[in-house]
């Protein structure tokens, strides 16, 4: 089936432009031209619409507030923001409604990628619900301690950018979009950055400012009482996982930009359950599944949604548009042997230290294809040696006291 892909723009020139330029697309888009932020909104409505590129700058409704009616419209469609390059404060407004940022003109081979890629991996979820789901979440919950930190640095005269990386590295959520904003196609960095601290440096701190002070994408609202403990365990594992596949790619002799790379896929690896736990019942359903059938929480994901959240977690990054290596590390961490990548690469580092910390199963088919079972091996007694180190290390401080 055609894809629908509505282009909205005040700017009649600009629209004619655009109706043009992606003319070749014909056979594979339906497209349709709107020139007002009303209009869109009532092509949309008709639920047959599956992206929408609004231009940020129009009277009476902008690109921001447009597609933010239509998040709550249509969940699904995929929400484009264009803009020019001087438009940064106004782009920061679009973060809370936009899933990707182009600047103007459009680049057409940038923009058919993007949708592409976006379609490509909403074919992993089979769950139109889910798909829903997380095509529209606007913020997710960051730890709340965390947010206050990173708000009290943020506030005083002269922020440290050290500081506020060291905060940033720690949480997933913030990493992430930070990571989204930075590797848009709207800066067109000819390389993508998955360094919190190089995107911190690149966008400075007044945008910094603008996305967590101002825009309030890092969730500050308060965190259900069921849900803290949940929330708690995943950072302090994603961040221990983190750790050690850091430690794993340099002793594996990784350069140190794939060093970074195993580090934040590692911290990212279950951003997905942040959207999944926002499904009605879902912690009774997935207890009820784990204790009547004695399997893993993935797998009881598998029979209740039809995915998992390393699956969600993938479309959810897809959508923001984070690096493919990372969004890789995600969707396959559990079962790395279905990933194109059959090289050893930080989605093996990942696999490996999510099984030696949390006793996640191996992927057998995978270590077998490609003799890595050796390797696994070496890591678990590389591990075993460092936690007997640490426990023996504070065995003794405790009989000191």
Same mark, same amino acid.
């Given at each position: 089936?055609?894809?629908?892909?509505?282009? &909205?723009?005040?700017? !009649?020139?600009?629209?004619?432009?655009?109706?043009?330029?992606?003319?070749?697309?014909?056979?594979?888009?339906?497209?349709?031209?709107?020139?007002?932020?009303?209009?869109? =909104?009532?092509? &949309?409505?008709?639920?047959?619409?599956?992206?929408?590129?609004?231009?940020?700058?129009?009277?009476?409704?902008?690109? @921001?507030?447009?597609?933010?009616?239509?998040? $709550?419209?249509?969940? #699904?469609?995929?929400?484009?923001?264009?803009?020019?390059?001087?438009?940064?404060?106004?782009?920061?407004?679009?973060?809370?409604?936009?899933?990707?940022?182009?600047?103007?003109?459009?680049?057409?081979?940038?923009?058919?990628?993007?949708?592409?890629?976006?379609? +490509?991996?909403?074919?992993? *979820? !089979?769950?139109?619900?889910?798909?829903?789901?997380?095509?529209?979440?606007?913020?997710?919950?960051?730890?709340?301690? /965390?947010?206050?930190?990173?708000?009290?640095?943020?506030?005083?005269?002269?922020?440290?950018?050290?500081?506020?990386?060291?905060?940033?590295?720690?949480?997933?959520?913030?990493?992430?979009?930070?990571?989204?904003?930075?590797?848009?196609?709207?800066?067109?960095?000819?390389?993508?950055?998955?360094?919190?601290?190089?995107?911190?440096?690149?966008?400075?701190? %007044? &945008?910094?400012?603008?996305? &967590?002070?101002?825009?309030?994408?890092? +969730?500050? $609202?308060?965190?259900?009482?069921?849900?803290?403990?949940?929330?708690?365990?995943?950072?302090?594992?994603? /961040?221990?996982?983190?750790?050690?596949?850091?430690?794993?790619?340099? #002793?594996?002799?990784?350069?140190? !930009? !794939?060093?970074?790379? @195993?580090?934040?896929?590692?911290?990212?690896?279950?951003?997905?359950?942040?959207? =999944?736990?926002?499904?009605?019942?879902?912690?009774?359903?997935?207890?009820?599944?784990?204790?009547?059938?004695?399997?893993?929480? +993935?797998?009881?994901?598998?029979?209740?949604?039809?995915?998992?959240?390393?699956?969600?977690?993938?479309?959810? *990054?897809?959508?923001?548009?984070?690096?493919?290596?990372?969004? %890789?590390?995600?969707?396959?961490?559990?079962?790395?042997?279905?990933?194109?990548?059959?090289?050893?690469?930080?989605?093996?580092?990942?696999?490996?230290?999510?099984?030696?910390?949390?006793?996640?199963?191996?992927? $057998?088919?995978?270590?077998?294809?490609?003799?890595?079972?050796?390797?696994?091996?070496?890591?678990?007694?590389?591990?075993?040696?460092?936690?007997?180190? $640490?426990?023996?290390? %504070?065995?003794?401080?405790?009989?000191?006291?």
């Amino acid at each position: 089936m055609k894809l629908r892909i509505l282009f &909205v723009d005040d700017d !009649k020139y600009d629209l004619d432009s655009m109706r043009s330029m992606f003319e070749y697309m014909a056979a594979d888009w339906d497209m349709l031209f709107s020139g007002s932020g009303e209009e869109a =909104l009532s092509l &949309v409505k008709d639920g047959t619409i599956d992206v929408v590129i609004a231009d940020m700058k129009m009277p009476d409704m902008d690109g @921001a507030e447009l597609l933010e009616k239509i998040k $709550e419209i249509e969940p #699904s469609v995929l929400r484009v923001v264009i803009s020019g390059y001087s438009d940064k404060e106004m782009l920061m407004r679009a973060t809370k409604s936009a899933h990707q940022f182009l600047p103007k003109p459009v680049n057409p081979q940038v923009l058919k990628k993007i949708i592409d890629k976006v379609y +490509s991996l909403q074919g992993i *979820l !089979k769950n139109r619900n889910i798909i829903k789901l997380t095509t529209s979440i606007k913020s997710l919950p960051a730890l709340p301690d /965390l947010y206050i930190k990173i708000e009290d640095e943020l506030r005083r005269p002269n922020p440290s950018i050290k500081k506020i990386d060291d905060i940033i590295s720690k949480d997933m959520v913030m990493t992430a979009k930070i990571l989204q904003v930075v590797n848009s196609a709207f800066f067109g960095l000819p390389q993508r950055i998955i360094n919190p601290l190089q995107a911190i440096n690149f966008l400075g701190m %007044e &945008v910094i400012k603008a996305l &967590v002070l101002l825009v309030h994408f890092f +969730s500050a $609202e308060r965190v259900p009482d069921f849900m803290r403990g949940h929330i708690g365990k995943l950072w302090d594992d994603s /961040l221990k996982i983190a750790t050690l596949a850091k430690k794993i790619a340099i #002793s594996e002799k990784f350069d140190s !930009k !794939k060093v970074e790379e @195993a580090f934040i896929g590692s911290l990212l690896h279950d951003i997905g359950k942040l959207v =999944l736990w926002q499904v009605p019942d879902y912690f009774m359903n997935i207890a009820r599944q784990k204790n009547d059938f004695h399997i893993s929480v +993935s797998e009881a994901e598998y029979i209740l949604y039809e995915t998992s959240h390393a699956e969600v977690g993938a479309y959810l *990054l897809g959508i923001w548009g984070l690096p493919d290596s990372l969004i %890789e590390m995600v969707g396959y961490h559990h079962k790395p042997s279905l990933s194109q990548n059959k090289a050893f690469s930080t989605l093996t580092v990942l696999h490996g230290s999510d099984h030696l910390l949390t006793g996640e199963p191996l992927d $057998e088919t995978y270590l077998q294809n490609f003799a890595l079972k050796s390797t696994i091996n070496k890591w678990i007694r590389v591990y075993q040696a460092e936690h007997a180190v $640490e426990v023996k290390e %504070e065995n003794q401080e405790e009989n000191k006291k």
